[in-house]
């Protein structure tokens, strides 16, 4: 085995959304490990001491604004925004979706994000740095069966990312996305276990992948060896991926 990178993020602070379970805690967990101070924002609080928890429902800018303003006056600024919330929702043929179901989806995985950077950008103009991590998905290249909302909100991920990066190339802003296969956490249990078992079967490796092999890529792509990469969307798929 070999050994893993080691980061020193003393002094940054790190925000993520969705922080309080599944992969969102596992990058919460590797900021704290690498002395990082973590902000958390997410519909439930959590009870890590570690961390500074805010409600939040990243559908809802003025919510954010306000958490916003708060983590400021606490923190006095901001390094480092998670876009991990997300909500998969049922897996169905498109047809069968009803209206507000599919959008509740969208604006969860795609206006969540559009919010958040919204509001955390201008403050990382100012201070000329930071870095800008969304959760993306193997579903927003592919176009998973039965999954239309979510790829292709994950889609519209991918696109924002870009895009986004595209915008603040020269001010000392990085935007990168992360795009991986099926992750082992408790959001596989929204969806039904052929469609895992499904999922799994297209991985060469022949695996789910594991939180913290999401939480190793972000804090490669906060820390000060990742310089050249803006709008790029790295795969975790277990050479799933075909581009």
């Not at 080691?6 to 900021?31: E, K, M, N, P, Q």
């Not at 480092?80 to 498109?94: E, H, K, Q, Y």
């Not at 996305?177 to 929204?190: E, F, K, S």
Request: proline share 3%.
């Amino acid at each position: 085995m070999y050994p893993k990178a080691s980061f020193d993020f003393s002094g940054c602070v790190a925000l993520v959304t969705g922080g309080v379970g599944g992969i969102g805690s596992a990058i919460a967990d590797r900021f704290a490990q690498c002395g990082a101070t973590v902000v958390v924002w997410d519909r439930v609080k959590g009870d890590d001491p570690r961390y500074g928890y805010d409600a939040v429902d990243v559908t809802d800018g003025t919510s954010i604004e306000r958490s916003m303003a708060r983590l400021l006056d606490r923190h006095g600024k901001l390094d480092f925004v998670i876009n991990n919330a997300g909500f998969s929702g049922r897996t169905l043929p498109l047809e069968e979706y009803g209206r507000d179901e599919w959008k509740h989806i969208v604006d969860v995985n795609l206006l969540g994000v559009y919010e958040v950077c919204r509001v955390v950008i201008p403050a990382m103009r100012k201070a000329g740095a930071g870095r800008i991590v969304n959760l993306a998905s193997l579903a927003g290249k592919e176009g998973t069966p039965n999954f239309s909302a979510y790829s292709a909100a994950k889609a519209g991920v991918i696109a924002l990312t870009k895009s986004a990066a595209k915008e603040l190339a020269q001010t000392g802003i990085l935007v990168n996305a992360i795009a991986p296969a099926a992750i082992r956490t408790a959001l596989l249990d929204q969806m039904s276990p052929a469609h895992v078992a499904t999922m799994v079967g297209k991985s060469p490796m022949g695996r789910l992948g594991e939180s913290d092999e999401v939480a190793e890529m972000v804090m490669w792509l906060c820390s000060g060896s990742c310089t050249f990469s803006t709008g790029a969307v790295f795969d975790l798929s277990g050479g799933r991926a075909t581009y």
